[in-house]
């Protein structure tokens, strides 16, 4: 279950319900988060980005960039054009008083078109500009630290380029704030709140959407010894976990394929809801053996697990993986083969 972005694994919506009914003998914890999804990438800059844009309508904005004036110098231009704007204002205003008192007045509509608007628009642009300059002025430079309207002597000579990449940087790493950094602090808590209970203590199963890695069956088996040599994998039948097999390419190229769609309100395409399940079913299937493996005990002489039911369990869960590897589809028959990606290939 969903819970948004409060609850996002829909934790807290099970620890509320084991309030009520009482505690679950299992959780299992599903999740589409990115594994090595990095939580911020410094964006391009911005001449470079122009620079290898090929649109027409860029070529004056490239130009502009190329000039690359300082801020000190766009402020000069900003006093040239509030100067012409009010001069505009003036000969509109002018023109108009001379058309209305003319031996031969114009029409209305005429006089609309060819002052009256005009004149509105240049005032409403000279008012946004007069309005701009006192807002940076008062409400920016006044908050620097220490320099207050001084600073103004160092921010001029600033850049255009230089400005705009600024504030293009601070945009872009606020959005990863709220999206990346937030949503991962967010699922950590949640995760930390049962973790931790030790009442759900051998109860909890997490499985991720990227559990099961394209790998040959050398290194996986390398780094599931790794993982029980490390401590990472705490297992009385390290064996058991050892004789699981690793993905198949068919496999591993559905699990890519749904592990590869970002955050969406919809899906885009008839494949990613189909992969979005055969990866969800095949993940769990992995990670309930891998939780068998971690905290039930075996039968040394007969290299079974001690409790039967957990031996039935283990051996339909050989079965269910054995037969993903085959078709990753099998528990959906109405969903064709043809929705394996065509490009996947072989992973490496």
């Not at 240049?122 to 946004?128: D, N, P």
Request: include cysteine.
């Amino acid at each position: 279950m969903d819970g948004g972005i409060y609850d996002n694994q829909g934790i807290e919506s099970i620890l509320l319900s084991e309030e009520r009914a009482g505690l679950l003998d299992m959780i299992i914890m599903s999740d589409t988060d990115r594994q090595e999804e990095a939580l911020f990438q410094m964006p391009d800059s911005v001449a470079g980005a122009a620079s290898q844009s090929t649109s027409q309508i860029n070529v004056m904005w490239k130009l502009f960039l190329g000039w690359n004036p300082t801020l000190g110098i766009l402020a000069w231009l900003s006093w040239l054009l509030l100067a012409l704007c009010w001069l505009s204002v003036g000969a509109l205003g002018l023109n108009l008083w001379n058309q209305f008192n003319s031996p031969q007045p114009s029409s209305v509509v005429w006089a609309l078109l060819t002052n009256i608007v005009p004149l509105l628009l240049t005032v409403s642009a000279a008012g946004l500009l007069a309005l701009f300059r006192s807002t940076f002025k008062n409400k920016l430079l006044s908050q620097v630290p220490q320099l207050q309207l001084a600073s103004w002597k160092y921010l001029s000579k600033v850049r255009l380029v230089n400005t705009i990449d600024m504030c293009w940087f601070r945009i872009s790493s606020l959005m990863a704030l709220t999206s990346n950094v937030f949503m991962k602090r967010i699922r950590s808590n949640g995760y930390r709140s049962i973790f931790q209970d030790p009442e759900h203590q051998g109860k909890l199963v997490s499985n991720f959407i990227y559990s099961i890695r394209t790998t040959s069956s050398k290194s996986r088996r390398v780094r599931q010894a790794d993982e029980i040599s490390a401590g990472a994998v705490e297992t009385q039948a390290p064996r058991a976990w050892m004789t699981i097999p690793p993905a198949s390419e068919r496999l591993c190229a559905v699990t890519e394929a749904a592990a590869a769609v970002p955050t969406l309100l919809w899906f885009q395409n008839d494949e990613e809801l189909p992969n979005l399940v055969a990866t969800g079913q095949a993940t769990t299937c992995l990670s309930l053996m891998r939780f068998i493996s971690q905290t039930r005990c075996i039968d040394e002489n007969s290299e079974a697990f001690a409790a039967p039911e957990v031996q039935e369990l283990w051996l339909r869960l050989q079965r269910d993986w054995a037969s993903f590897q085959v078709d990753p589809f099998y528990l959906t028959p109405d969903q064709s083969n043809d929705l394996i990606p065509a490009n996947s290939g072989t992973l490496s």
